[in-house]
């Protein structure tokens, strides 16, 4: 089984934009950033990194102007970990699926709870 090499570096990229937020990037703003995805064009140039903010006390536009900021010191410090010839551009992306993923499985516990109460009424 192949896999394409924009599909590696992309695997590359999260792990390494992971860790440097984690233990490197000062920022308040980036501090409850979860890297959930990226992808990576083909000729290695661009890469869209997907996040979410886990936090309350900061809203996605926030953390997004946090992340941008930083994309510089993040760019930086993927070229000296990383053997690229290109360290490619960061574009940050607001990872919505997360949002919905969350209201459905409460919509699933409420259906769940009402239905437990059914059965303990009729009972």
Request: net charge neutral; aromatic share 6%; charged share 35%.
């Amino acid at each position: 089984m192949s896999f394409k090499r924009s599909d590696r570096v992309a695997d590359l990229i999260r792990a390494e934009i992971s860790d440097i937020l984690l233990k490197q990037v000062r920022d308040p703003r980036t501090r409850n950033v979860t890297v959930t995805g990226v992808k990576v064009t083909d000729d290695l140039r661009l890469s869209k990194v997907f996040f979410v903010s886990m936090g309350e006390d900061v809203s996605s536009n926030e953390a997004q102007e946090g992340l941008e900021r930083a994309s510089g010191f993040l760019r930086r410090e993927m070229g000296k970990r990383l053997q690229l010839r290109h360290v490619p551009e960061l574009k940050f992306i607001f990872d919505e699926s997360f949002e919905y993923g969350d209201r459905i499985e409460r919509l699933l516990a409420d259906i769940h709870e009402r239905e437990t109460s059914d059965v303990r009424q009729n009972s």
